[in-house]
């Protein structure tokens, strides 16, 4: 029976944040520290012809304008893309400033550093910039302009869908999306001659270290990175951005502290986003709905530099049975800053098409849709030929249809009415993969009776201090408020990206190693120290039970607390380290196994067409994540997720203006997000079955699987509600007047 994990414990930092003692980046400041903003290009593609500091140079508390000329030396990092200490990754391969060529609007041309902020804003507009301007390619339209690579392939998908006699050949659409985390990125660069310490927004400290130490052209070990909270990051801050070499190149020029914060509008151009993304499914099936043919080709956008390719086919190897596929890929360069990672790359606008496309089959075939996915349950993953670590995809189906009352829909378009609003019900399956990271962590027991854990991974938001002290309890038999957690320093045992929802998997094998054995240091002191009178009889071993050592076969009571062994023993700490490799989509060498988290969403949409208001009513979700550590911060997690997929499904688009190339909706009035008032109340459930061949608890990570297949559900019931198959998101109000 544990007494931590498994608990609805709230958030151990949270007192610390709504008490505004949480620190996060841009609160740190320092004597003498001056303040950097960019210069961003006002072009998208061209090149720069010349740039006037002399004005922008003058002005008042102005320090320095800093360019290629004078920023020193910045160079670009090669990519280890291995997961681990070592690991070495970013999406912009470019180092800031490295030649004169404008790829994309926003990118930065130059630096201005000052003493205060408003100065520095002021300096960074008065600075001329001279373009040799060519006209930008930011077409939304996607002709790709690459081969396309095959991804993954089986049986013969072209023949097969053919000769199928039901047939779903459609295209799906997805605009480019900004992640919008509340805090913006920002870097704050010290350098005292040798070594720079960076606090940064970074949901991976000892990447974003090893990228920087290569792009400052100087040994690891004189970088040292702090994350101490996030504001949030949904994959934004996975890897580094330019910002941050920018700032520690200035720091270094200066010789003083320089904080730089990337405003709203530049979050829109220079820090990322998902890109667009074409799809196009073809589906065969027997008229009975058994699946014979799955092809699903997908075109995203890229950079003019870098390769960012969105996995696209990330789930559907594995999701369904179906004997014969062929998925492939390929990019189309745009005058655009680069793509990257956001919540559930890959396989959240892969299961916006395939679960669309599902759902188009099930109408033409006339089966219920729910029916339809459970008369395709693949008994292994037949993609990898692997068996399934745990899978649990049928039961989320059947769940969610009982707990919704599916069983009331009446299957026609816009038979169901309540209280004069038409309504819509549409479900969707989900999956997100599940991997565990390499990752190290020291456990210590203190003189003081409490405990430390350190780990150089970060809490981005998710609850990572709260998990982390949970298994630190739960494995040292100690009350939580004992637990002191330190996370976020590259100083640190080397710990787990926060992403790919695979930081909780990975620390628990490794936090469970460290306790063991700093308890084995613990015995190990108390048996050597023979005025402690632990041993009731001379020479029997001693035994750790929930805080206490004593004699092992003797009850508890019979030893001391270890606060008294340590000092009695006059030893302040003893400690242990464990460490643990990766597995699956994170790890090296072949898996044994397909593991990934399942789900089902069920979703409600009222629709009025008289005054054309579409509201998603009700959301419903089942998650098989395995074992759930903390179901609050677990529901959270799906909640957060539930809510972008309503915003996904329904608004968000980051809009290139065709002639600048610029995104202009760049602010959060424009580009729209999911409000409270969008949102109904979410009902999760998880179901727990431990998926012990991933880590000792059985715990998958939940952070991305709740925004997987959400859209899909959305559209499916606006189906339902209207007759109009939205195959273009977001779906907009026009769409549904036809
Ligand atoms: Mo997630 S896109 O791996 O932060």
Redesign the pocket.
Known sequence: MMSHIGKEQPRVEGPLKVSGQARYTSDHRFPGMLYAVPVCSTIANGEIREIDTSSAAKMPGVQAILERANIGPLFRATANREFGADMVRLDEIRAPLEDDVIRYYGQYVALAVADTYEQAVAAAEAVRVAYRERAPNVAPQLAPETKHRVESERGDAASAFDAAQVQVDQTYGLPPETHNPIELHASVALWDGTNYTLYETS?GVVNHRNVLAQMLGVPRENVRVITKFLGS???GK?WPWTQSALAAAAARQLGRPVKLVVSRRMMFQTVGHRPRIEQRIRLGATREGKLTSLRQDWVNHASMLDDYRENCGEATPQMYSVPNLRITSALARRNVGSAT?????GAVPGLWATESALDELAWKLGIDPVQLRLSNEPQIDEGLQLPFSSRHLKECLATGAEKFGWSQRDPRVGAMQRDGLTLGWGMAGCSWQAARFPCAATVELRMDGTARVFCATQDIGTGSYTILAQLTAESLGLPLASVEVVLGDTRLPPGP?????GATAAVIPAVLAAAAKAIDALLELGSRAPGLKLAGRRGSPLAYTEGRVHPSGEPPASGMAFAELLRRAGVDTVSGSGSSEGRGAFGTGKPEFSSHSFGAHFVEVTWQPEIARLRVSRVLSVIDAGRIVNPLTGRNQIEGAVVMGIGMALFEETSYEPRSGGPINANLADYIVAANADVPALEVHFLEYPDTRLNELGARGI??IGLAGTAAAIANAVYHATGVRVRELPIRIEDLLT
Request: charged letters at 10%; zero cysteines.
């Open positions: 949901q990051g949904f994959g996975l990672s956001m919540r559930g790359p990206l926060s992403g790919g929802s952070g991305e």
